[in-house]
């Protein structure tokens, strides 16, 4: 069985400051990662996926992901954020079926 | 956006009542998940479909069942709603697994539960 890690539960970050979500998963076999972004009140949509090829990969609004098959991480990072990042991040692996990681929270301050 | 409804979008109920939630799809979409989320957990799976009358269990399938008698809704039933299964139910579609790998989920917009 597959498991992601969260490592930060809560972020707070300033607008137009970096911010870098950190996301690990335990596997033996090859695996297929993803960002999930949930805003208040929604359902979740996707930031990003690695599938296969390269590991950086680039999502929407900006957000941009690195696999690390050595070190089994997926951390998600943006240059600068903005007040709509404000949001819970899920990381979620794929082992046939999806398995989340308990979230971080996302708070942008101006 | 994936046309997936889920209804109700709120309900209280009380310990030992049944409940019925729904989920609806425009899409199409081969499979469909229940999951449900709650705070320092994430999301979880209850149960699955890969068809109409094809389901199986998640992780989190006691005191739950489904069903899936058309491709475009799949129901979850609270048997006996215990003050534990309040949360946050969200229903997700996808395509099929092509190349051996799942596909992208796209998400309904929750339904939160409350069993007093």
């Known amino acids: 069985a597959q498991s992601v890690t969260q490592l930060d539960s809560q972020v707070p970050v300033f607008e137009e400051a970096p911010v870098e979500l950190r996301c690990n998963y335990s596997?033996?076999?090859?695996?297929?990662l993803f960002w999930y972004v949930q805003y208040p009140n929604q359902g979740l949509q996707l930031l990003l996926k690695?599938?296969?090829?390269?590991?950086l990969v680039k999502g929407i609004n900006g957000f941009e992901a690195e696999f690390n098959k050595s070190q089994t991480s997926f951390h998600l990072r943006k240059p600068s954020v903005h007040i709509s990042d404000t949001a819970e991040y899920f990381c979620?692996?794929?082992?046939?079926?999806?398995?989340f990681g308990a979230g971080t929270t996302v708070t942008v301050r101006a | 956006d994936a046309g997936i409804t889920q209804s109700p979008r709120h309900k209280v109920t009380e310990t030992g009542t049944p409940v019925t939630l729904r989920c609806h799809q425009t899409?199409?979409?081969?499979?469909m998940y229940w999951y449900r989320q709650d705070p320092g957990h994430g999301l979880r799976l209850i149960h699955y479909?890969?068809?109409?009358?094809?389901?199986d269990k998640g992780e989190v399938s006691d005191g739950y069942s489904v069903s899936r008698s058309k491709t475009e809704d799949f129901l979850l039933t609270l048997e006996s709603a215990t003050s534990s299964q309040t949360s946050v139910y969200f229903c997700?579609?996808?395509?099929?697994?092509?190349?051996?790998?799942?596909?992208?989920?796209?998400f309904g917009p929750g339904t939160r539960l409350t069993v007093l």
């Open positions: 997700a579609i996808s395509t099929d697994r092509t190349g051996g790998f799942i596909n992208e989920q796209f």
């Open positions: 596997s033996s076999v090859s695996v297929y």
């Open positions: 690695y599938l296969s090829g390269s590991t």
């Open positions: 979620a692996v794929d082992d046939y079926k999806l398995s």
């Open positions: 899409e199409n979409h081969r499979y």
């Open positions: 479909s890969y068809g109409v009358k094809d389901t």
